[in-house]
T-cell receptor, first 114, second 109 residues
Framework: DAMVIQNPRYQVTQFGKPVTLSCSQT?????MYWYQQKSSQAPKLLFH???????NEADTPDNFQSRRPNTSFCFLDIRSPGLGDAAMYLC?????????????FGPGTRLTVT | GQSLEQPSEVTAVEGAIVQINCTYQ??????LSWYQQHDGGAPTFLSY????GLEETGRFSSFLSRSDSYGYLLLQELQMKDSASYFC??????????FGTGTRLQVFP
């Protein structure tokens, strides 16, 4: 089945230790998104890509970076995680520009910072 | 600013009908979507309204009134498995989704 896959599902890192979260998709969708979701809150968009065209949200901290080496894969790098970065990180896709209404989400990576 | 307001929590019993409202104020509007999210799970797309009126998909229906900047999700014949959080979301003119505050639905036997 076509899907959005995130690895790992659970990640524990130490304060200040860089961590990378990964996302892959078999849907061949053009657009990919990274969201941060904290408990009982709505998902908050961090970045999105139209193909390799990177779009950063104005309020996304510099500590967060992303890479999309090809259509299928996208990575979220947190350079120096703080305690406030503990959250669920969701990757999502949509088929093409203009179809962002219907997004397909991966299962998420729950990040714990100790 | 941009905001989408929803009730924080709704409770109902199995078999009942429940309506979750969403009012929005956004700089651009290209449709209202609804997503379901079970605890610990990922959001799942439920429905989308671009034009005014009612869209029906099985037990779920969604309504939009653009003149009132208002929409709702109607869930009929509630089942225990419908207990989840429900988010409305507006697609803005940059193709991004702006999510509402979320409504936690609890269905009781």
């Amino acid at each position: 089945d076509a899907m959005v896959i995130q690895n790992p599902r659970y990640q524990v890192t130490q304060f200040g230790k860089p961590v990378t979260l990964s996302c892959s998709q078999t849907l061949n969708h053009n657009v990919m998104y990274w969201y941060q979701q904290k408990s009982s809150q709505a998902p908050k968009l961090l970045f999105h890509y139209y193909d390799k065209d990177f779009n950063n949200e104005a309020d996304t901290p510099d500590n967060f970076q992303s890479r999309r080496p090809n259509t299928s894969f996208c990575f979220l790098d947190i350079r120096s995680p703080g305690l406030g970065d503990a959250a669920m990180y969701l990757c999502a896709t949509s088929r093409a520009p203009g179809t962002g209404t219907e997004q397909y989400f991966g299962p998420g990576t729950r990040l714990t910072v100790t | 600013g941009q905001s989408l307001e929803q009730p924080s929590e709704v409770t109902a019993v199995e078999g009942a009908i429940v309506q979750i409202n969403c009012t929005y104020q956004t700089s651009g509007f290209y449709g209202l979507s609804w997503y379901q999210q079970h605890d610990g799970g990922a959001p799942t797309f439920l429905s989308y309204n671009a034009l005014d009126g009612l869209e029906e998909t099985g037990r779920f229906s969604s309504f939009l009134s653009r003149s009132d900047s208002y929409g709702y999700l109607l869930l009929q014949e509630l089942q225990m498995k419908d207990s989840a959080s429900y988010f409305c979301a507006v697609r803005d003119n940059t193709d991004k989704l702006i999510f509402g505050t979320g409504t936690r639905l609890q269905v009781f036997p």
